[in-house]
């Protein structure tokens, strides 16, 4: 990501102090880069940040790919803004400014290359500018919210944490109508359950508490037990509960699979199929999560994926087999009212 800023004078950062805390490509340049090394930025970042995003583009169609990337692009560095600066105050001015950027990408004058190339994208798809905004607002709230009384209170924040990120794919795909919003909602809102689940520890060190803390109250767990690693019976118990809540959720949003085209519903499943494995896995380590993040194995990833691959493989068959017409795509739902992918 680097080398973009040093081989092209147009990506040399503007000075800006809390840039200075993340990656050197990250900052806003001086001036905006081509429409190409923009595409080439946010390709690069989503196919080197993340390894389970690289693997599920194997399965997007080639026309999305680049579209895909610029959202990955756009999100992966708000996110690194919220959460990656160590300093809230710092935080919330850089939150500020990459409004300001998403603000002239739909003005049509944007500088920063997630932005170049991401008008191309939102103006292929008319994609409402409050589905990008939406995500600020949690990585916002993330500097002065700490805490979260109720479930009420996480499920509000996943609506801007996690919800958004669903409406976009949909988005790409040609999918505009508010069931499938909906039912995306509830698949979005399980996957963060399930990360803040595997990561108490890891959010605990960052000051962070997402477990309700009328929970903690009701299984008798403190606040001190997950500050000293403590997996004492009640926490593990509650562990459970939150672990069946978000299995729940999952199956919420598990229609969605057959209301979009097949290409969509693989990656779906794969997305939900991971999110499910860190249910799993931290059922397998009796919900003793504290100090010992539950992970999914390699050969549970290569199963998965291989799983999709075969999906992948059928799918095909059966648009050859159709003479190339695929069931249920966007483009033939009478109940899809935007563009077609």
Not at 215 to 243: H, Y
Request: charged fraction near 25%; proline fraction near 5%; glycine fraction near 4%.
């Amino acid at each position: 990501m680097t080398q973009i800023a040093a081989q092209n004078p147009s990506l040399s950062p503007a000075p800006a102090t809390g840039w200075s805390r993340l990656p050197a490509a990250y900052a806003i340049p001086s001036s905006a880069p081509t429409l190409a090394q923009s595409r080439k930025y946010c390709a690069r970042l989503a196919r080197t940040h993340y390894e389970n995003f690289s693997v599920a583009t194997w399965f997007l169609p080639r026309r999305l790919r680049q579209h895909f990337f610029n959202v990955y692009a756009y999100c992966r560095i708000s996110d690194d803004l919220g959460d990656e600066v160590g300093d809230p105050a710092a935080s919330l001015e850089l939150l500020d400014q990459w409004q300001a950027e998403l603000d002239s990408c739909y003005s049509g004058s944007p500088r920063h290359p997630v932005f170049v190339a991401l008008s191309e994208t939102v103006r292929q798809f008319d994609i409402p500018k409050r589905e990008f905004s939406d995500l600020l607002v949690a990585f916002r709230q993330d500097q002065a919210v700490t805490r979260f009384e109720t479930f009420g209170d996480v499920l509000a924040y996943c609506r801007y944490s996690a919800n958004p990120v669903g409406h976009l794919v949909l988005y790409l795909c040609g999918y505009r109508d508010a069931d499938r919003q909906q039912l995306s909602d509830c698949t979005c809102t399980a996957l963060q359950l399930a990360n803040f689940w595997q990561d108490v520890s890891t959010d605990y060190a960052k000051g962070r508490i997402y477990l309700p803390l009328e929970d903690l109250r009701r299984f008798g767990v403190s606040e001190q037990d997950i500050a000293a690693n403590r997996n004492t019976a009640a926490f593990c118990a509650m562990m459970k509960f939150e672990t069946e809540r978000a299995q729940e959720w999952f199956q919420r949003g598990l229609p969605l699979v057959k209301k979009v085209d097949r290409e969509l519903a693989i990656d779906l499943e794969l997305f939900s199929r991971g999110g499910q494995e860190i249910l799993r896995a931290i059922e397998r380590q009796g919900y003793a999560v504290l100090g010992n993040r539950p992970t999914i194995s390699k050969s549970r990833k290569l199963a998965l994926v291989a799983r999709a691959a075969m999906g992948k493989l059928f799918s095909n068959f059966l648009a050859t087999d159709s003479h190339g017409s695929t069931p249920n795509t966007p483009r033939n739902d009478p109940n899809n009212k935007g563009v077609s992918a």
